[in-house]
Structure formats: C-alpha cells, structure tokens
C-alpha cells in the first residue's frame, strides 16, 4: 500500500489554517486503510463533521504491529538511551513551535476551551515528555549481592511492541503520558486514538516523523475500540497494553490478555472522587478548587471531585459560595477567550449525562442549578449541582463524566471517611484543612491513588498516578511509569561454582 | 573558520564573569599572556581575577540564591535551562574545540569529540533535575517520616588544564541540576572554554544572575575559595598536592565539604589469551592520548610474560607511527604538553630515567623533546622495570608509559597492580570471563576498564581511592555530592 497523500487543510476557527494528514501513520508513512474506510470526526460546539480520517480495522492493526516489531528487533532496541532521549527532546522542540495549532486542533475536535489547550495540555503534554526524555539514558538495574562465587544483576528491560489505546479527554496529554514511558524505556509503540479525537495524535504523528524517529517506533491508529482496540488488545505480538478509559472497557481489555498472550495490562480507570472540606479550611480558596475539581474540562476528568462533602458548620456558606461561583461559569464557544467551559464530547456523551441527571431527580436528590442543555447547537451542558443526596443515589455511585457534582454534609472525620469509601473506585481524593495532623492522618486513610491537600486536579508527570480499587491496575508518572513500561531480568553467572 | 576573528570576540570575555556580566577590570587587576603550547606563542590575554572577586562572586551567588527570580523555578526548569545550554554548546561546537585545542594543545579531532560530550553531559544531567527525590517510610499514624533533597548551596569547582570543558561540564551539570550555585574556577593555563561557557549560559539561557561565575586565576583564587566562609563545598579536579591543600583549607575554614578527584598511576593488565593487535592499539591510546596528560592514562604496563616480547614489538611499530605536531592539525595523534612548566618537569624525569637505567638499556623508545618549537616530547616506553623504580611508581603527567616487569599469574599481578598509594582506574585486557571478574572485583579503583579504555559515559560514576582521592563525578552519585539530605518526621 503506497503513501497515501491525504493531507488536508482545515481552517481553524482561529482563522489560520492547519495541514493534516488524516491516513493511518505506519511506518513513518501515512497509508489509507487496507479496506479503504473512513469515518466522520465531529466538532461538539457545532455537531458539525470537521472531516473524516481513515479507519483502522483488525488487518490495518497487524501491519501496524508487524512495523513496529520489525522496528524494535532490528533497530529500536540498538539505539541508546543517550539518542532516544535527544530525539524525544527534539520532538518536544517541534511541539513547542506548533504549540497553538496543536492546541486549535485540540480544542476544535475535543470542545475543550482554546486558551486552556493552549495554557494547560499542550504544555502539560510537553513537560511530560521533556521529563521521560531525561529518563531514557537512565533505566538502570541492580546488580545483587549473593555469593562470593556469583555475579548476579538485574536489567530492566523493554517489553517490545506495545499498544496504547487512549481515550478522547485529554487525546495528546494521554499521547505524552503513554508514549513518554514507553519511548524512553526502549519500546515501539502502536497507538489507538479515540474515536472521537483522532485529529492531534495525527499531527502529533508527522512530528514524530519530522523528529527523526527511526520508522515503525511509533504508529498511529484511527479506529473504534471494538475494532481496532480489541484487536490490539488481543494480538499475540503485542507485549504490553496501556488503557485508558471507562471501567466496563478495562476489564474486558484484561480478559483479552488473558484469552492472547497474557500481555501485561495497565488500566487506567474511572472514579467518583470524593473531594472533603473541613470547618477549618480556608473557605474562599477551597471553594474555588472544588469547583476546578468537577468542572475543569467540563467534568470529563477520570479524578474529578464529584462527590463533595462539606463539614455542617460551614456547609451553608460553602454551598452559597460555590453556587455563585458555578454560576459565573463562561459556558460557550471553546475559541471565545473567556470561555471556561465549553461543550460535551459527543451525543452519547451528552444523552448518557442527561440521564444521569434525570435519576438523581427521580432518585430524590435536590437539583441546585443548571441540569439542562446550554444555548442551541452543540452538546453544551450547564454546570449541574445536586444536594440533599444519600449515598445509595445512582448519582452517586456511578461516574457522570460531567459537570454534574453532588455536594453533602458530614460532622466527623470517621463519618466521611467510610462515605468517601462506599463506591467501587478509588482514584483520587481530596482533603482540605489548615490542621496538618489532621491532613495527614486522613490521607493515610484514604483509599485513593492521588490524595490532594488544599489543592485539586493538579497534574504532576513525576509522580505515581493509577488507581486503587476498581479505578485501574498499575501506575503511570515519574520512575513507576518505568516500571510499567520494562520488565526484568535476573541474571545469574557463575564465577566459579561446579557441582 | 577565521582564528584571529574568533580570538579577537573572545577578549571581550577573557576576564572574570560575576553576576552575569563579564567585569570591568580595576587597577588591581593583571593580564596574563597566555601560551599556544604548540607554537610557544602568545595568543591572547587573560583578565585574572583577585581576591575580591571571589568575594563578589560568593556575594552575588548568595544574593540570586535567596532571590524570587531563583526561587520562583523548579526543577523541570533547572531542567530546561540544561537543556538550552547543552544545545548552546552544540551549536557552538566549532569554536569551542578551536580554542579548547589551541590553548591546551588538545588535537582538534579529540578537542571536537570532548565539546560534543560535554554537551551530552549537561543534556544527561538535564534529565535529573527534575527527579530529584527522597524517601517515604512506612506508613505509620503515630509519625509521618521522610527525607527530603536540598540543594547545598554555592559550590566552589576548581578544574585542571587536561580537558578544561569536559571537566567543568562534569561539575557544572551536575550541580546546576541540584540547585546550587556555583562558582568555577578554570586552571590557570586554560581559563578560555570556561569563560565560553560562561557566555553561551548567559546568551542563551534565562538562568538568574549570580548562580554561574566563572573567576580565572592560579592559586591565588584557589585559595580564596576553598578558604572561603560562604562557599558551602569545594569539587576539586587536580594534583594529589593541591588537593591536600584544598582538604585542608576547609578544614581550617568553615568545613566545607570537599570532593577530590587526584591523580593516577593506573595499572593495564594484558592477559595472553588476548587479540594482541587490538590490545596494542588500546594500550597505546590508553597511555599517549592527551599526550599522557589523563588522570586515568594508563601508566603501568603488566603484560603475561608469554606475550612480552610480542606485544613490545608491535607496540613500538604502533608509536613508530605516530604523528606528532600542531594541535590544529587534524591528522595528528599527538599534541604538545600544557606548558613550560610540565615539559622541564617530564623531560627532568625522562634525563634522570635514562641516566639511572642507562646500563641496562630500558628504554624501548622516545625519551626526548620532538623538534624545536612547542612542548613536545616523543611518546616514550620503559620496559622490564623493577615495581620500585621512580618511574614505575609516580605519576608522571606525560607520554610517558612504564612497563614493569612481566606477570605470570592472575593472583601476582593483582597484588602488584594494587601495591601503589593510588586508586584511580584500571584496564584488564582477557577474553577469559573468569580472570576479568576477579580482577575487576580484587583491584582497588574507581573504575575498571575491561578490553577497552578511558570510557566515561556520564551515567557511570567516576572517582578513586586512596591518594586518588574521594567522592565521584558523574552518574547518579554526583547527584549525591551535589545534594544534602534532610529528614523530617511529623509527629501526628
């Protein structure tokens, strides 16, 4: 299959205009698919088709894969730490000269707001690479000491070939904190964007290209889970898979394992965060993190705070405070300036979260403000909050994946700290007091991933980050992201043992 | 490239640099001459720096130390100020190696390859600034338990005329990536590529003023650092001599902490089950590279005796080939020596050798200045010397290569090659897995070298024993030298 010269100009509602190429990347090519589909990417300001991108389906993902171990067995793995860390740094050079058509195409095909792609994912995708870089050229092992006649060491080693299925709320931040492990640790890697965000991964893909990756490193895949990702996900010569997404689609890519190769499995899934206010907190500031906490990127964060639990003697004041502040919410165009929010991913996602409103009316739960569409066109919801809610409520066991957040009461710390406890995740929390001893204590307690302090929603690429619980299998961030992305290898010589 | 448009731009900044500026000389200052060791030719002039200049460095240090502008970056951007300055030194790679190999005498090709390492260095170090870590302990509700990773403050790093970037970078990069501020001071002879560095940090990179200074001096300035009160650590590259010094300063001063990295008379162990040609070809650059002038060059020579004669024979047709001349001239092997000083003092020690051992005809080959111009000597083999002979126990500095006595087993040479007061490195030349491991776990050095010599990949940790010194470059160690450790416990 040749190069395909599907390269298309999109206007950009900023008024420039961007050169993409919407063909699948293998091979450092870009290549329709074998079968020759396409499918309709959708602006979700607009509902309007932006254009369409080729799809890939199971065949298309075996070429992929066949490239990509060619380029590990007979190139990637010769290359040394020293020049995979100077290529990533030089891909984050080409990323920081097309910062702001990134973050438009970012924002056009996502819905999220411009000047927050351009202020917080481009960057933040950015820095996470920068930072696995500087790891490349410092994957070391151990050498053990055992016996006086033995020399025994343990490598940390790639896995080869590994496949990446992303999903469509952060689509280049999930890029960066995927294939930065995966490329500094030695790997080739096969990418699956969402279905609903395929267009970043594809400009990400022609600076790979434009980087100097040798070809088949990197590969890029258009497709649907049930297709292409189930096809990665099953496929014998994949060693490694890293998900991330809903909880119902991470375990059915760990039985795909199971029923393959036993590749080995990272799920990076959903949450129902609880997000707890002491009486002593600085109210002004938790208030305004809070907020951040369920409504930054329209609530479509796997750790959004969307159970809030206030302590009784301020609840009212919070709850005043916060709904004031909701209500300020600029919600509209993501290329208006003031924007904060803009519009859902997609219908499904907009019909799924109309839904759950709909039960947390029908469950009893008290809807404070908003819980309905915004403006005409597009999948725009406004900020949502309920109170009065029990923990039973669907609303709040299950994860909306909107700006819907649930606020209630508490008077002890062993109260909330059981109630913080009563769903099936566990991948982040929040705890905010001015009492250190108190703030340690209960993120001791807390059976979280990430525990923030007077703090929420802030993205650190060097820490731990995954979840306990049903929120996921295994960590990405800093050294642990290593980790994920190696496997080990003890090696025993003998210096002079006989039997 | 034009050499005299590139000398005359670097008079601009061949004098101190304090607080992100290059200084404005005073009456008390003096300008020095320095010498192309190859023509023996004055080619520019240095701006020493004075005492004082020391104490403005260590003030503007600790000014920008305590500042917002300093205090307001975190690592990832300590990181990404590595980061541009090792892309400063790349981009820069030309001049650097013209002067690095005029002023020291480097051969072009090896001053060309040190320049595109030392950028490698500080893109290597790049990536540990923003990983530096502590440690948590066990979860406890009783106490919260943990170390935490501080900068140490301002670090004085005193570097010698053998590879003057390379060196600087090994210590800067580090450094810079804990948070410290620094102070460097170049030696005396080569004070040029420093102070290039100094300009590539300041036009490049956004890194606050009085965290990088750059004082060029002799030991004036060396003891006015290491002496001094507000300088919180001393790295020091040099002669076990002055090391002692500087070990000694701080502990009449304020008890700095101190690294030394000394000198070396390293051993090479060539086994007979060897491909002898390549051996050769190691060992002769292993002894003559840098004409010599390598704190790890390998001096001492220990061949099986069942391949003594041969490997000789095929090493002195190997020098019988060498070209010797002007170091800009990129088909030479060798250069000159640093300067007037260590071409007296090695060709002092090459007379003396040569009367002492003159009945017994030792010498192999060399032993005498090349031409008329510039401080060469010819690369130079003593064999079959007694352990105890000056030559086969000192450090000499030059090309000099001392071939003791041979060996005829493992446990003998091991013995031998560790009965010096040195403990810098070491080469074993075996394809015997066996024999390499013992020699690598019995010898006492830094760094062994196994079928190979003189590799300092920046991951690996540098730094000997004994009268060689304590303390490493490189690796994640320096990252230790470079950092203090605090422990904190919270009681809950």
């Not at chain 2, 008329?372 to 000597?377: A, K, L, S, Y």
Request: net charge negative; aromatic share 10%; hydrophobic share 40%.
């Amino acid at each position: 299959m040749s190069s395909s010269n599907n390269e298309q100009t999109l206007t950009l509602p900023t008024g420039k205009t961007v050169k993409i190429n919407t063909c699948l990347f293998i091979n450092n090519e870009f290549v329709d698919g074998i079968d020759g589909k396409r499918f309709e990417t959708i602006n979700p300001a607009t509902g309007k088709v932006i254009t369409t991108v080729a799809e890939a389906l199971s065949n298309d993902v075996d070429k992929a894969v066949d490239a990509a171990y060619e380029a590990y067995n007979k190139v990637w793995k010769n290359v040394s730490g020293t020049e995979r860390n100077k290529l990533m740094n030089k891909l984050c050079d080409l990323m920081e000269r097309d910062l702001e058509e990134m973050a438009a195409l970012e924002s056009l095909d996502n819905g999220k707001a411009f000047s927050i792609a351009k202020f917080a994912d481009v960057p933040a995708t950015i820095k996470t690479f920068r930072y696995f870089a500087g790891f490349a050229d410092k994957i070391t092992g151990k050498i053990v000491e055992t016996d006086h006649d033995k020399f025994d060491y343990v490598l940390r080693e790639p896995f080869g070939v590994c496949g990446a299925i992303i999903p469509w709320n952060f689509p280049l931040l999930m890029i960066g904190m995927k294939l930065g492990p995966a490329l500094a640790c030695g790997n080739t890697i096969v990418l699956k964007s969402s279905e609903f965000t395929p267009l970043t991964a594809l400009k990400f893909a022609s600076l790979v290209k434009e980087a100097g990756f040798p070809k088949g490193v990197v590969n890029v895949l258009s497709g649907f889970g049930p297709t292409a990702g189930s096809a990665i996900a099953h496929h014998m010569k994949i060693s490694k898979v890293a998900f991330t997404g809903s909880t119902n689609v991470g375990k059915s890519i760990l039985k795909a394992s199971a029923d393959s190769n036993l590749k080995k499995v990272s799920l990076e899934l959903g949450g129902k965060s609880p997000n707890i206010i002491f009486a002593d907190a600085n109210l002004e500031e938790a208030v305004k993190w809070a907020h951040m906490g369920i409504f930054f990127n329209h609530g479509q964060i796997c750790v959004a705070g969307s159970r809030v639990y206030v302590q009784d003697s301020i609840y009212d004041e919070f709850l005043n405070k916060f709904k004031s502040y909701a209500e300020s919410i600029k919600v509209g165009d993501p290329f208006k300036e003031d924007t904060y929010q803009g519009p859902q991913i997609s219908k499904i996602q907009y019909d799924r979260i109309m839904s759950y409103i709909e039960s947390g009316k029908n469950e009893g739960a008290k809807l404070l403000i908003g819980g309905e569409r915004h403006g005409e066109e597009g999948y725009f919801i406004k900020p949502t909050i309920f109170t009065d809610v029990n923990e039973n409520m669907t609303i709040m066991q299950e994860e909306i994946f909107g700006p819907v957040v649930a606020i209630s009461k508490f008077s002890t710390a062993e109260e909330v700290i059981e109630k913080a406890h009563l769903t099936k995740y566990g991948l982040a929390a929040a705890v905010f007091t001015q009492d250190i001893t108190r703030a340690l204590k209960i993120s001791n307690e807390l059976q979280a991933g990430t525990v923030w302090v007077n703090c929420y929603n802030i993205y650190e690429p060097a820490v731990a980050f995954g979840g306990y619980r049903e929120s996921g299998i295994g960590r990405e961030g800093g050294k642990y992201a290593i980790n994920e992305y190696t496997q080990l290898k003890s090696v025993q010589i003998n210096l002079g043992r006989s039997l | 490239m034009n050499h005299s448009n590139v000398l005359q731009n670097l008079s601009r900044i061949a004098r101190p640099f304090i607080n992100n500026k290059f200084i404005i000389p005073t009456s008390s200052h003096i300008s020095k001459s320095l010498i192309n060791p190859s023509t023996e030719e004055s080619f520019i002039q240095v701006i020493e720096g004075i005492s004082s200049d020391v104490d403005l460095a260590v003030k503007a240090a600790t000014d920008a130390l305590h500042s917002t502008s300093w205090l307001s970056l975190n690592g990832a951007d300590r990181r990404n100020i590595l980061l541009k300055i090792a892309d400063g030194i790349d981009k820069n790679l030309e001049e650097l190696a013209l002067i690095e190999s005029l002023n020291v005498g480097k051969p072009l090709k090896d001053a060309k390859l040190e320049v595109s390492e030392s950028a490698e260095c500080f893109r290597f170090f790049a990536g540990y600034a923003d990983k530096l870590t502590g440690h948590t302990f066990c979860v406890d509700n009783k106490y919260r338990l943990y170390t935490i990773r501080e900068p140490i403050g301002i670090c004085g790093l005193i570097t010698s005329f053998n590879y003057p970037l390379l060196l600087a970078s090994w210590k800067v990069a580090p450094s810079l990536a804990c948070g410290n501020a620094i102070i460097l001071k170049p030696a005396p002879q080569t004070p040029l590529t420093s102070l290039m560095l100094a300009n590539i940090i300041s036009t490049e990179t956004e890194l606050p003023s009085g965290i990088f200074n750059v004082i060029p001096g002799d030991e004036i300035i060396g003891k006015s650092i290491t002496e001094h009160k507000g300088i919180d650590k001393c790295s020091f590259t040099g002669s076990e001599q002055v090391g002692r010094k500087v070990l000694s300063a701080s502990s009449l001063s304020n008890l700095k902490s101190v690294t030394l990295e000394l000198g070396g008379k390293n051993a090479m162990i060539v086994f007979s089950d060897v491909n002898i040609d390549k051996a050769v070809e190691d060992v002769y650059w292993a002894t003559f590279s840098n004409s010599g002038q390598n704190c790890c060059a390998g001096s001492r020579l220990f061949l099986e005796e069942n391949i003594h004669d041969e490997f000789l024979n095929k090493l002195k047709k190997r020098i019988e080939n060498t070209k010797i001349g002007n170091s800009l001239d990129e088909t030479i092997d060798l250069g000159p020596l640093i300067d007037h000083t260590q071409f007296q003092k090695v060709q002092k020690i090459l007379n003396n050798t040569i009367n002492e051992l003159k009945d017994n005809n030792k010498l192999l080959i060399g032993g005498k200045r090349f031409g008329d111009v510039g401080f060469f000597i010819e690369p130079t083999v003593f064999y079959d010397l007694d352990d105890s002979e000056y030559i086969s126990k000192e450090e000499i500095f030059g090309p000099v290569l001392s071939v003791l006595k041979p060996f005829n087993t493992i446990e003998e040479v091991i013995k031998r090659a560790n009965n010096t007061k040195f403990g810098l490195a070491a080469g074993v030349w075996t394809n015997n897995y066996l024999k390499a491991e013992k020699v690598v776990r019995e010898i006492k050095v830094g760094t062994t070298w196994v079928n190979c010599y003189n590799l300092t990949p920046s991951y690996l940790p540098f730094g000997g024993r004994k009268f060689s010194g304590f303390g490493k470059d490189l690796g994640e160690e320096s990252i230790n030298e470079f950092s203090f450790i605090k422990s904190v416990t919270y009681s809950l």
